[in-house]
């Protein structure tokens, strides 16, 4: 797809570029409404109803990826050795600011809830979430990591730089005109500033501060190699690592 045929059909453009994104956001109020009626959290209680993310994330998982490849051929990757090779260091160095809070709240010996400027940094334990370990049988638990890892790694990483890189930077530039004929990674103080305070907006408090940063970093690596596909491998490989971590330490507050 280039930038003239990007010209051409705006709205299709719009639609493949959103769908996915509301589509994965819409399954997040699903999950609201489900917890509401049937989440107990007791040990007694089966799997589906401890953790109702453990089956509504799977399907979230599924029907998004069945989007993104329905609209697969309307984006613009421009995939490059050197953008993916910046992609793998700016997203070791992004999950790195995302981690950073909680590696420090193990290093300090911190323990219960923390207060204050650590509080609004997100230094914090981060024990309590997705738990794999409810499963006795271990196919069943392998089963969930996995899903979970194709989650956060594949369909995450797409339909979240699809939609803020490839979409809302272009859109926040120009609504009122044909924004999709603002080419990517223009650099203007204003998409910074609103596309990385949504993108930070879109995460729990607890994570402000490391998706400010994270963000941040996003917008540089968009700016300087203007390639979509640098920007999903950045936020592929912050995922990984960070799914990695949390498998090794328990921090399943994380997910």
Not at 31 to 55: C, S, T
Not at 61 to 83: A, E, H, P, Q
Not at 127 to 155: K, Q, T, Y
Not at 225 to 246: D, E, P, R
Request: charged share 15%; glycine share 8%; aromatic share 18%.
């Amino acid at each position: 797809m280039s930038e003239n045929s990007a010209a051409q059909n705006p709205a299709r453009l719009t639609r493949a570029h959103v769908t996915p994104f509301a589509v994965f956001m819409g399954f997040m109020f699903v999950l609201m409404l489900v917890a509401v009626k049937i989440e107990w959290k007791h040990p007694e209680a089966p799997w589906w109803r401890q953790d109702p993310a453990h089956f509504i994330y799977p399907i979230q998982t599924l029907v998004t990826l069945g989007v993104l490849i329905y609209y697969w051929r309307n984006y613009d990757f421009r995939w490059s050795w050197k953008g993916s090779m910046a992609g793998l260091v700016f997203g070791a160095i992004g999950i790195g600011f995302w981690l950073l809070p909680t590696v420090l709240y193990d290093f300090w010996n911190l323990t219960g809830k923390t207060s204050g400027l650590l509080h609004l940094l997100g230094v914090d334990a981060r024990g309590e979430g997705f738990d794999p370990s409810i499963f006795e049988n271990p196919a069943a638990c392998w089963l969930v990591v996995v899903l979970r890892f194709l989650r956060a790694v594949v369909v995450v990483a797409l339909v979240e730089e699809i939609f803020w890189r490839g979409f809302l930077m272009r859109f926040v530039c120009d609504w009122e005109g044909d924004y999709w004929k603002q080419p990517f990674g223009r650099a203007r103080w204003k998409s910074y500033l609103i596309v990385t305070g949504m993108f930070m907006l879109a995460h729990a408090p607890i994570d402000y501060a490391g998706a400010w940063a994270y963000g941040s970093l996003t917008y540089l690596l968009c700016v300087w190699s203007k390639s979509l596909g640098a920007c999903v491998i950045m936020h592929a490989t912050a995922n990984l690592l960070m799914g990695l971590y949390i498998m090794a330490y328990g921090k399943y507050g994380l997910w």
